[in-house]
């Protein structure tokens, strides 16, 4: 009987052992770099569709709170603005997010990199949507950032404010 009971109790423990383990990996999931449906972007310049491929890795990496996969990204990013025409400005941003691991500076210089990938991006679509967000909470008076996505995933806050701001404009 009492090898009945210390089954028993064994078998209790590992069910929920292994339950806690199963919520656990559920609440580690990361939302942040789940796909969203989107239409695909096609742009006219094979060079500013990369660039902005690179983009929104940088900005997914800061959705997610990522600041090496960000320098990373930003480091990729750097090489893809090298090869479009007037991107100066956009790569001058995106290299003090390579230059970099800590989120404030990057989040700060992505909002300046947004500014100018949309300059860049602008009139350069052929299919597809951008939609530019704005988070007022973000920076002390506001940022936009850039999406494929209408989904609201805010790479000021990440998770702390995941879906704070709202789309401005569609760009397309």
């Known amino acids: 009987m009492r090898n009945l009971k210390n089954g028993v109790t064994a078998l209790l423990l590992l069910t929920l052992t292994f339950s806690y383990a199963q919520e656990k990996i559920k609440l580690n999931h990361d939302h942040s770099k789940m796909e969203?449906?989107?239409t695909p972007l096609e742009f006219s310049n094979e060079n500013v569709a990369?660039?902005?491929?690179?983009?929104?890795h940088v900005k997914n990496d800061l959705v997610g709170s990522n600041p090496g996969d960000a320098q990373k990204g930003a480091e990729m990013l750097n090489e893809a603005l090298g090869k479009v025409e007037g991107a100066g400005a956009a790569l001058s941003a995106s290299q003090k997010i390579a230059a970099t691991?800590?989120?404030?500076?990057?989040r700060k210089a992505f909002s300046e990199l947004?500014?100018?990938?949309?300059?860049i991006l602008r009139g350069k679509i052929t299919a597809g949507?951008?939609?530019?967000?704005f988070c007022p909470m973000a920076l002390n008076g506001g940022a936009y950032w850039l999406s494929s996505i209408e989904d609201i995933r805010n790479p000021y806050y990440g998770a702390q404010m995941l879906s704070c701001g709202k789309v401005t404009e569609v760009i397309e």
């Open 36 to 38: 969203m449906k989107q």
């Open 50 to 56: 990369n660039a902005y491929e690179h983009y929104e």
């Open 101 to 106: 691991d800590n989120l404030k500076v990057q």
């Open 114 to 119: 947004s500014t100018k990938m949309e300059d």
């Open 129 to 133: 949507k951008l939609y530019k967000d």
